[in-house]
């Protein structure tokens, strides 16, 4: 299958372990976050977003965490499964409150050993 | 099923040659959104639609086209002007700017240089 990603950074975990992607962002004042994953040769697939009123925010197995300080992000996913092999990349709103002009990080692949 | 749907899935452009991309969505989405997807890069986007008969141009608009006649329906002309058109084109919808909904995406097109 084709290539999202050359050269990213990527995260290797076993089959069961939780894993922790994350996610630096630019704009102190962007108060939208979202997480996304991609299969080789697919679209990104929603996963969980945030906004800024809120530090955690769970879904099933994922949860997201939001450290508006250091302007950090990350994504947790619980008992990691074959499945969850895939890049994973964050993004901001570049605009308070809206969710048209978004800002994409470059993504971390995750790679599951079985 | 709902979602986005994006053909063809592959596509060659000769040298100066203009390509169409389509991406139809039947959600019911206002707001229509057209990247760019290079290896080991963040998306970045082309174009955006708020409503039908309206765009904007993204931060890489040059060599680029669209047209937005149909609410489910945000084609993407590849010009002769584009002088590196190869990458892998993503097409997005959400209900629109103040929905606070997330993006989706459909699952791409690939266009390569013959």
């Known amino acids: 299958g084709e290539s999202v990603g050359l050269h990213l950074p990527t995260l290797s975990v076993q089959e069961g372990d939780n894993s922790i992607i994350n996610c630096a962002y630019s704009?102190?004042?962007?108060?939208?976050f979202i997480w996304y994953k991609q299969e080789s040769g697919k679209g990104p697939q929603f996963i969980i977003d945030?906004?800024?009123?809120?530090d955690k925010r769970q879904g099933q197995r994922v949860t997201v965490l939001l450290n508006k300080t250091v302007k950090h992000l990350s994504l947790q996913i619980a008992a990691t499964q074959p499945g969850d092999s895939a890049v994973y990349f964050c993004?901001?709103?570049?605009?308070?409150?809206?969710?048209?002009?978004?800002?994409f990080g470059t993504g971390t692949l995750l790679a599951v050993q079985p | 099923d709902g979602g986005i749907t994006q053909s063809p899935k592959y596509l060659f452009r000769k040298e100066g040659q203009n390509v169409t991309l389509s991406c139809e969505q039947n959600?019911?989405?206002?707001?229509m959104y057209w990247y760019r997807q290079d290896p080991g890069q963040g998306l970045r986007l082309i174009y955006y639609?708020?409503?039908?008969?309206?765009?904007q141009k993204g931060d890489i608009a040059e060599g680029y086209s669209v047209s937005r006649e149909k609410k489910e329906s945000f084609p993407l002309t590849v010009t002769s002007a584009q002088k590196n058109p190869t990458a892998f084109y993503l097409c997005?919808?959400?209900?629109?700017?103040?929905?606070?909904?997330?993006?989706?995406f459909g699952d791409g097109t690939r266009l390569s240089i013959l």
């Open positions: 959600l019911n989405h206002d707001a």
């Open positions: 993004a901001e709103s570049s605009e308070s409150g809206a969710t048209n002009k978004l800002i």
């Open positions: 639609s708020q409503i039908v008969n309206d765009f």
């Open positions: 997005a919808s959400n209900p629109g700017q103040d929905s606070n909904q997330p993006q989706h």
């Open positions: 704009n102190s004042a962007s108060d939208y």
């Open positions: 945030i906004r800024s009123n809120m």
